[in-house]
């Protein structure tokens, strides 16, 4: 079983994407992971070339700045990096510049893909979610964060990155199926020294919007302030993966955050009501598949 990695970056330094950790967290399940480096100036390539690990192939691309609708740039480089995995590939392990997967759940990964290798009815895995936000004590707890994505792929070229590569589709746009792991992904893009978080905020967004929606909603403060833009969060009382001891021991910046004080949405309680009588009524990217996840 022949395993690919990939993922994209730009501008990892500037806005302090935990891309290394990113990397070195799939390393150990692939044969080879592609990073497919935007054009930059601020050392991002030198950065993953820091990776002293021959399984790293870098891939140097330039950004497309005229697919400013829907982040579909996120997903023309996700493309270019899937794209370049090894023809020899079974599987490709996704990882996005904010994302790490715990070395814990490296076993429980390994055995679904060799238990499913021969399935042809299985696209690939998805992943429940933790969305750290404000400090790497913090979780979010509302609908607003999406609570699963698919991170390991076929390696059928009829894959596509979808919209903002959130997602993928597969053959004529059909939704992939997937079997559902007990391993998750921690997202830390939320995680930042706040003025790396305004500036991220304010050119990410730029990635979805025009420069005067960016201007009139964005632009203004010095630094993002966590408090006024969140109103439910749960204490995360799990690990961190080993790759992020030490960013989690370096962060410079207090925030705090009382979960007894959260509040809800009408909404938001109508669809924890729906959930406890078994139905889910977010959308789904993906189809799920009743199968076995692993071998154990």
């Not at 370049?84 to 429980?108: C, L, T």
């Not at 938001?268 to 071998?295: T, V």
Request: glycine share 6%.
């Amino acid at each position: 079983m022949f395993v690919s990695g990939f993922t994209f970056i730009r501008q990892a330094i500037r806005f302090d994407y935990p891309i290394v950790e990113a990397i070195e967290s799939i390393l150990p399940l692939c044969d080879e992971v592609i990073v497919a480096v935007g054009k930059g100036t601020d050392g991002t390539r030198e950065l993953v070339e820091s990776i002293k690990s021959p399984k790293v192939k870098i891939v140097d691309t330039i950004w497309d700045e005229t697919l400013r609708e829907g982040g579909r740039v996120l997903a023309a480089e996700t493309d270019k990096a899937f794209a370049a995995i090894s023809p020899d590939a079974d599987w490709a392990v996704y990882i996005q510049g904010d994302e790490v997967m715990h070395e814990k759940d490296h076993k429980a990964v390994r055995q679904a893909m060799q238990r499913h290798l021969h399935d042809e009815e299985v696209d690939g895995f998805l992943f429940p979610y933790r969305h750290f936000y404000g400090s790497y004590d913090f979780v979010g707890a509302s609908d607003r964060w999406y609570g699963n994505e698919v991170r390991v792929v076929r390696a059928d070229p009829s894959i596509r990155s979808f919209r903002d590569a959130q997602g993928f589709r597969i053959r004529a746009n059909e939704l992939l199926r997937v079997v559902e792991l007990d391993a998750h992904i921690h997202h830390y893009g939320w995680v930042k020294p706040p003025k790396v978080m305004q500036d991220k905020q304010i050119q990410f967004n730029k990635l979805w919007h025009d420069d005067d929606w960016v201007q009139s909603r964005l632009v203004g403060p010095d630094a993002f302030v966590y408090e006024d833009h969140i109103r439910s969060l749960n204490r995360f009382e799990g690990s961190h993966p080993k790759v992020m001891q030490t960013r989690v021991a370096a962060m410079n910046w207090h925030f705090s955050f009382d979960p007894s004080l959260n509040t809800w949405t009408l909404k938001e309680r109508l669809k924890n009501q729906l959930k406890r009588i078994g139905i889910n009524p977010n959308y789904a990217n993906y189809k799920r598949l009743r199968r076995p996840s692993s071998s154990s």
